[in-house]
């Protein structure tokens, strides 16, 4: 059984719920708290063991990288100044992981932007890594997942019960429960309606996938939206191969709507060791 070492995080998207902040900077470049959020993604793969990130990105996007390349200028500024603590933390993060860029020229969806990494990838599993979904846990999501993928030598999505009124926003899986949290995955459907939802199991922004899924996807017309959908392409994929949903534990923050970024504003910050009890204090005084 072949180790995760590589995943791809799709990042080419235009980040409309968020204009007009995103005319001009990357929905992902957007702060939660100091760090941007593709900040705590990336830092999530690192910690699950992820070796080299593939970032598929889009026009308007250099921000990303230059946040993960070395930024001699500012490192020289610190440094001279004496500011080591800053230093250091700015110095982590271009040498946190190994990343690489492709790009997607048009946005044709999640299925078409994975496809793009194909060459990166090669002929092994891989993670995949939405933006718009932060988990806060004491164990990595995708560690959690890795541990799945280790015993069942399959495939694992990351899955969670979501309210039926929000269930056409996902894609939803039909699954058997084979141990508490964790589900064998008969079907997939991509944001059905209300009355068409199998069950109320949502796929989460956290994938590991064989390469095989590859072929299919070059194969699965345009769906939803007129994009390839990667839960198109799952459907294919589950017909001659296992594939595992795990409920995972952690808090999940949907930082792609306005209101979960502002909630994981808030935790986060609350959370912090610098600003947490002085934010804490504030939010008393205001007395809501």
Known sequence: MKKIRKAVFPAAGLGTRFLPA?????????????????????????????????????????????????SFELEHNLES????????????????ITV??????????LGHAILVAKDIIGNEPFAVFLGDDIVDSSVPCMKQMMMI????????????????????????????????GLHRIEDLVEKPPIEEAPTDLAIIGRYILGPEIFSILESTPKGSGGEIQLTDGLREY???????????????????????????????????QELGEQFRSYLKRLKL
Do not use: C, W
């Open 81 to 96: 100044k004496g500011k080591l603590d800053l230093l250091q933390k700015v110095r982590s993060i271009s040498d946190m």
């Open 149 to 180: 993928y280790e015993e069942k030598e399959a495939s694992v999505l990351a899955l969670q019960k979501v309210p039926m009124s929000m269930i056409s926003s996902y894609g939803v899986v039909k699954a058997e429960q084979i141990s508490p």
């Open 100 to 109: 690489s860029y492709v790009r997607q020229k048009e946005p044709l969806g």
């Open 238 to 272: 589950v017909k001659t191969r296992p594939i595992y949903g795990l409920e995972f534990e952690g808090r999940r923050y949907d930082t792609g709507s306005k209101i979960g970024y502002l909630e994981a504003t808030v935790e986060f910050a609350l959370k912090d």
């Open 22 to 70: 995103t005319k001009s900077q990357p929905k992902e470049m957007l702060p939660l708290v100091d760090k941007p959020m593709i900040q705590y993604v990336i830092e999530e793969a690192k910690n699950s063991g992820i070796e080299h990130i593939v970032i598929v990105t889009g026009r308007g996007k250099s921000s990303i990288e230059d946040h993960f390349d070395i």
